[in-house]
Antibody, heavy 117, light 113 residues
Framework: QVQLQASGPGLVKPSGTLSLTCAVS?????????WSWLRQSPGKGLEWIGQ???????HYNPSLKSRVIISIDKSKNHFSLNLMSVTAADTAVYFC??????????WGQGTLVTVSS | DIVMTQSPDSLAVSLGERVTINCKSS????????????LTWYQQKAGQPPKLLIY???VRESGVPDRFWGSGSGTDFSLTISSLQAEDLAVYFC?????????FGQGTKLELK
């Protein structure tokens, strides 16, 4: 059974960096999927942050592109999100997900990240 | 960015009722090379991540009950639940994956009348 599990600090200070990792179990991160990050907040709904394939360059939401890095670690079978210079507007539940050609077919449970001093 | 607009924002429904949720995109989602629409529907229950219901606008994901139907093409799409069950009370989102950034509708919440 394939599972995704996001982990990382639940509290980040303003102007700091939000760092999350998504561990993939039951599937190889080198298989034919896009590995994605999304977030959900009451004010902004569901927002697609970006995605990465095991080869090539990641794709980012232009609204976040200047602050975000998504990377992949094949040896650990996980992928990561780094969002820099965070503000309260970045407070959200962050999801990692597996995408195929027809959508986001598998999601992790989500992790709440609060930006506050 | 492609803007996805759902209607209504919320709907008070009765069990057994036929329910239709609409989703309109600001640009066509029809991929002409394969004649498929890059449009998905998700169901989200409280405290859970979204669950993929429908892809290519009308194809049910494996395991999704056949009371869920997706239809539409181009810029206008619908999700229909033929006979609402209690477990269908949730928030439903459409999403386009035709161009980056992949964008979502604002969601439609189904509540019991």
């Amino acid at each position: 059974q394939v599972q995704l599990q996001a982990s990382g600090p639940g509290l980040v200070k303003p102007s700091g960096t939000l760092s999350l990792t998504c561990a993939v179990s039951g599937d190889s991160i080198s298989n034919n999927h896009w590995w994605s990050w999304l977030r959900q907040s009451p004010g902004k709904g569901l927002e697609w942050i970006g995605q990465i394939y095991h080869v090539g360059s990641p794709h980012y939401n232009p609204s976040l592109k200047s602050r975000v890095i998504i990377s992949i670690d094949k040896s650990k079978n996980h992928f990561s999100l780094n969002l820099m210079s965070v503000t309260a507007a970045d407070t959200a539940v962050y999801f990692c997900a597996r995408a195929s050609l027809h959508g986001l077919s598998l999601w992790g449970q989500g992790t709440l990240v609060t930006v506050s001093s | 960015d492609i803007v996805m607009t759902q209607s209504p924002d919320s709907l008070a429904v009765s069990l057994g009722e036929r329910v239709t949720i609409n989703c309109k995109s600001s640009q066509s989602l029809l991929y002409t090379s394969n004649n498929k629409n890059n449009l998905t529907w998700y169901q989200q229950k409280a405290g859970q991540p979204p669950k993929l219901l429908i892809y290519w606008a009308s194809v049910r994901e494996s395991g999704v009950p056949d009371r869920f139907w997706g239809s539409g093409s181009g810029t206008d799409f619908s999700l229909t639940i033929s006979s609402l069950q209690a477990e269908d009370l949730a928030v439903y989102f459409c999403q386009q994956y035709d161009s980056i950034p992949h964008t979502f509708g604002q969601g439609t919440k189904l509540e019991l009348k």
